[in-house]
Nanobody
Framework: QVQLGESGGGLVQAGGSLRLSCAASGRGSSLSRYAVGWFRQAPGKERESVAAISRSGENTYYADAVKGRFTISRDNANPTVYLQMNSVKPEDTAVYYC????????????????????WGQGTQVTVSS
């Protein structure tokens, strides 16, 4: 069973930066074998895709709302996936979740919620104006 854990959330001023991390634990759960996505859910809103990265790291996806400000990356040597958030805005305030799905090495970045099998508990990001 793969268990995902997010870290790095917190309170940040608008225009600032934050880096979220996602790591896996559990037997056979090296995150290097999975495609990973970051999602967010603001109060009263549906969960939405933010960014995704393929298992190899060669393919990425970004939602229009974060394109040019957020960067997803991965370190498969120390299996962790990061979401670097720059120039944050108050509308970025949400609980951020990472999700993973087992993938072949050449598999794509996956943007849909239903494409993922494993989810973390989420980390709160609050952007003050």
């Amino acid at each position: 069973q793969v268990q995902l854990g997010e870290s790095g959330g917190g309170l940040v001023q608008a225009g600032g930066s934050l880096r979220l991390s996602c790591a896996a634990s559990g037997r056979g759960s090296s995150l290097s074998r999975y495609a990973v996505g970051w999602f967010r859910q603001a109060p009263g809103k549906e969960r939405e895709s933010v960014a995704a990265i393929s298992r190899s790291g060669e393919n990425t996806y970004y939602a229009d709302a974060v394109k040019g400000r957020f960067t997803i990356s991965r370190d498969n040597a120390n299996p962790t996936v990061y979401l670097q958030m720059n120039s944050v805005k108050p509308e970025d305030t949400a609980v951020y979740y990472c999700a993973a799905v087992f993938s072949t090495f050449a598999g794509p970045a996956r943007r849909g919620l239903s494409e993922y099998d494993y989810w973390g508990q989420g980390t709160q990001v609050t952007v003050s104006s």
